[in-house]
């Protein structure tokens, strides 16, 4: 199946630092990739989509100019939180949409920040 | 508003037995699902999908059921293993317009398979 890789897997930071996650998918061109924050025991909840070339467009309640994305290449989004807060501690998961028949999202393994 | 529920949040099942998980969705835009199993702190792994143009999909112990009139679908696994205990989540997209490929998800079924 698709590949899609994070980095990094986990992160610890001081409270008014910004942090980079960068999402690449590994063996496909992804134009589209998502990025989704996992509360615990919650579902995945959809922050923006990330679109090569283009500004990302973000859901309803998710701060653009926080959660800065940019979509530099058909492998590569990075998601970057800046002036992380304690309170944007959570899992935060990407995805690459491969396209065809059904657009499936093929997922990355995640990145557990931590803000202190 | 949850437009894909999965309405029981844990299922527990003996080793070589079936294990069924069920989905309900209310969006009748969606017409692409998929079913995902993740484990604490990793990504979802995408198992199998169906378009709704089909009613049934199956791939080796994964076997996907749509009923599009009842807007429901089930995820069948046959037999069941240990090592299919795992959260499973079932998410729907429409594929036209302009929401392209965006999934909503629903809450997710925990799923224990006992030995």
């Known amino acids: 199946g698709a590949v899609v890789s994070q980095h990094p897997s986990r992160v610890i930071c001081k409270s008014g630092t910004s942090v980079k996650i960068e999402c690449r998918s590994l063996?496909?061109?992804?134009?589209?990739m998502f990025w989704y924050r996992q509360f615990p025991k919650q579902s995945l909840m959809l922050m923006a989509t990330?679109?090569?070339?283009?500004?990302?467009?973000?859901e309803q309640g998710v701060e653009k100019d926080k959660f800065l994305i940019n979509h530099a290449s058909l492998t590569l989004s990075t998601l970057t939180v800046t002036s992380a807060h304690p309170e944007d501690s959570s899992f935060y998961i990407c995805?690459?949409?491969?396209?065809?028949?059904?657009?499936?999202?093929?997922f990355g393994p995640g990145t557990r920040l931590l803000v202190l | 508003d949850q437009q894909v529920k999965q309405n029981s949040p844990s299922l527990s099942v003996q080793e070589g037995r079936i294990s069924i998980l069920n989905c309900d969705y209310t969006?009748?835009?969606?017409?692409?699902f998929l079913w995902y199993k993740k484990y604490p702190a990793e990504g979802p792994t995408f198992l199998i999908s169906?378009?709704?143009?089909?009613d049934k999909n199956e791939d080796g112990r994964f076997t996907v059921f749509l009923n599009k009139s009842a807007k429901h679908l089930s995820l069948h696994i046959v037999p069941s293993q240990p090592g299919d205990s795992a959260v499973y989540f079932c998410?729907?997209?429409?594929?036209?317009?302009?929401?392209?490929?965006?999934?909503?998800f629903g809450q997710g079924t925990i799923l224990t398979v006992h030995p």
């Open positions: 990330s679109n090569e070339g283009s500004k990302a467009t973000y």
């Open positions: 969006n009748s835009m969606f017409d692409y």
């Open positions: 995805s690459a949409l491969l396209g065809g028949e059904g657009e499936t999202q093929y």
């Open positions: 063996d496909f061109q992804a134009t589209t």
């Open positions: 998410a729907a997209s429409a594929t036209g317009g302009t929401s392209y490929g965006k999934l909503t």
């Open positions: 169906i378009s709704s143009i089909k």
